[in-house]
Nanobody
Framework: QVQLVESGGGLVQPGGSLRLSCAASGSIFSINAMRWYRQAPGKEREWVAV???????NYADSVKGRFTISRPYAKNAVYLQMNSLKPEDTAVYYC??????????WGQGTQVTVSS
């Protein structure tokens, strides 16, 4: 089992930056990839970014060039650096771990609000 805890959300003005963190514990050796998703009010949860166990990354078109996902070596954590934030980035952001069995673990989410 893998447990995930997100932090770092908050209120930021348009154009500002935030850094989300996701701390993983438990059977972290079984994690194949880690991903960030987000869910805005009234919308379906959408994928934001992924980082594989080998360090390969990919991003949704809506955040490409503005967001950076990272997973420092030997740290049981994944980060999402968000720059040039827009009001449409407002959402609850969730950390996700893809386990080697095919199962998924989810964090509880952290609220990001971009507003002036």
């Amino acid at each position: 089992q893998v447990q995930l805890v997100e932090s770092g959300g908050g209120l930021v003005q348009p154009g500002g930056s935030l850094r989300l963190s996701c701390a993983a514990s438990g059977s972290i050796f079984s994690i194949n990839a880690m991903r960030w998703y987000r869910q805005a009010p009234g919308k379906e949860r959408e994928w934001v970014a992924v980082i594989s166990s080998g360090g390969n990354t990919n991003y949704a078109d809506s955040v490409k060039g503005r967001f950076t996902i990272s997973r420092p070596y030997a740290k049981n954590a994944v980060y999402l650096q968000m720059n040039s934030l827009k009001p449409e980035d407002t959402a609850v952001y969730y950390c996700n771990a893809l386990i080697s069995t095919g199962a998924n673990s989810w964090g509880q989410g952290t609220q990001v609000t971009v507003s002036s």
